[in-house]
């Protein structure tokens, strides 16, 4: 399997790719983990919810290391109750702090961080993977 990448016009000297598959259940975690040893690397792995099962977003920045997210049928980012609670129980009366809580828990910090590397291979080319595993 080749990669076409191009150069990142947002990090000089960098360059990236874009890679869309499609496997079993799990693949999502196994291709995050793979990926996590690469210190220098930026990178999102989404798997798509299914019949009965939940999705996933790991989102890795060298500066903040990985976020894992559940996500819905359609991508959402999904916060666990007891998430909410701690939130709120941490945040108390503060509404600033339940903000801040509420953002982590989102992965909001990963989000602006790649934001930008998105916006820059809009036009790039896609693989698609079948039957992967």
Do not use: C
């Not at 019949?51 to 894992?68: E, K, N, Q, S, V």
């Not at 941490?90 to 339940?98: D, F, H, K, Q, S």
Request: glycine letters at 12%; aromatic letters at 10%; zero cysteines.
């Amino acid at each position: 399997m080749n990669f076409d990448w191009t150069a990142q016009p947002v990090l000089k000297g960098s360059q990236r790719t874009e890679f869309y598959w499609e496997g079993p259940r799990g693949t999502g975690a196994k291709l995050a983990s793979a990926l996590r040893g690469w210190e220098h690397l930026r990178y999102e792995v989404t798997e798509d919810a299914g019949l009965g099962t939940d999705g996933g977003r790991w989102m890795h920045t060298p500066d903040l290391g990985i976020f894992f997210a559940q996500t819905d049928t359609v991508g959402n980012v999904v916060i666990p109750e007891d998430r909410i609670r701690y939130a709120m129980e941490v945040a108390g009366a503060n509404a600033v702090e339940l903000h801040r809580e509420l953002r982590l828990a989102l992965g909001q910090a990963w989000d602006d961080e790649l934001e930008v590397f998105r916006h820059a291979g809009q036009d790039s080319a896609v693989v698609w993977l079948h039957k992967v595993g």
